[in-house]
């Protein structure tokens, strides 16, 4: 679904990442972990074209959003842009809006389909995420993990073929983590495609198919659970490791 090869990306002299190739098969619950500052939401935002890469390619579900640092034509971009749903640390709702229409201006707008066909899909996903009672409120009256369920909710309502989150709970109160972690386990058993930049080592630990460990902007080691947790290859890996666990 994701092919990213030999990216790279720098912001003046600071080479931030430094010939990045891995992939991400359909249906693969991949988690990025690494410290902060070694590229991370550069990497994912480059690859849901947030962000513009200097070199390499990437490719999503067959297609070269960018191929050898030539991105594709506009039109081109946007279809394979439509595939791809992003969560944020910060939620990045839209407060003026309620619940309600922060899930359903996309879908009416950006792929105007009808009101009705949008509601129903609204509703159902707004009981999965165990906010159906919340449909009409605004953003600012919710705790940051119904805040963050509303924004998962909102990615979905768009059908994406793949779903990636940064740092989804680094912003939460500790007590408010679970309820979303829940969320994004639920997707991951529903076999949703997910790349997963997080902190939330037993997450990574128990929900990824395969980890990746970032650092100073170059992927150190990749590799299942049980590799990089109970015998990571590098001294990198292990330092990270035991400052996090
Ligand atoms: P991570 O998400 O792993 O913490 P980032 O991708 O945010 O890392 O940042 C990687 C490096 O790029 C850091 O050194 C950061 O300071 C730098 N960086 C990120 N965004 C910019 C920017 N817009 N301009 C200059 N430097 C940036
Ligand atoms: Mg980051």
């Keep these: 679904m994701i092919k990213v090869e030999n990216l790279q990306k720098s912001y003046g002299k600071l080479d931030v990442l430094k010939q990045i190739s891995f992939q991400v098969e359909r249906k693969e619950v991949v988690a990025i972990i690494g410290p902060s500052g070694s590229g991370k939401s550069t990497l994912l935002r480059s690859i849901a074209n947030l962000e513009t890469i200097d070199d390499g ?3 999503i579900d067959g297609e070269y959003l960018v191929k050898n640092g030539q991105y594709a034509k506009q039109k081109d971009i946007q279809k394979i ?4 749903g992003m969560v944020f ?3 990045h709702l839209f ?4 619940v309600k229409d922060n899930l359903e201006l996309a879908p009416k707008l950006v792929k105007k389909e009808g009101a009705s066909v949008v509601e129903r899909r609204r509703r159902e996903l707004l009981e999965k995420v165990g906010l159906a009672d919340r449909a009409d409120a605004y953003p600012a009256k919710l705790s940051g993990g119904q805040k963050q369920r509303v924004a998962i909710a909102r990615a979905l309502m768009m059908n994406p073929d ?6 989804p709970t680094s912003a939460l109160d500790p007590e408010l983590t679970g309820e979303v972690l829940n969320v994004m386990k639920d997707l991951a058993e529903e076999q949703m495609t997910m790349v997963v930049v997080t902190h939330e080592m037993g997450f990574a630990r128990e929900v990824a198919d395969r980890i990746i460990f970032m650092d100073k902007g170059e992927i150190v080691e990749s590799g299942s659970p049980e590799e ?11 330092t990270f490791l035991m400052r996090v666990q």
Excluded: V
């Design 89 to 91: 640390q910060h939620f």
């Design 162 to 167: 793949i779903l990636m989150f940064d740092e």
């Design 95 to 98: 407060p003026h809006l309620t």
């Design 81 to 84: 842009l439509s595939k791809m």
């Design 228 to 238: 990089i947790f109970e015998n990571p290859k590098t001294e990198r890996t292990k």
């Design 57 to 59: 390619n990437i490719a």
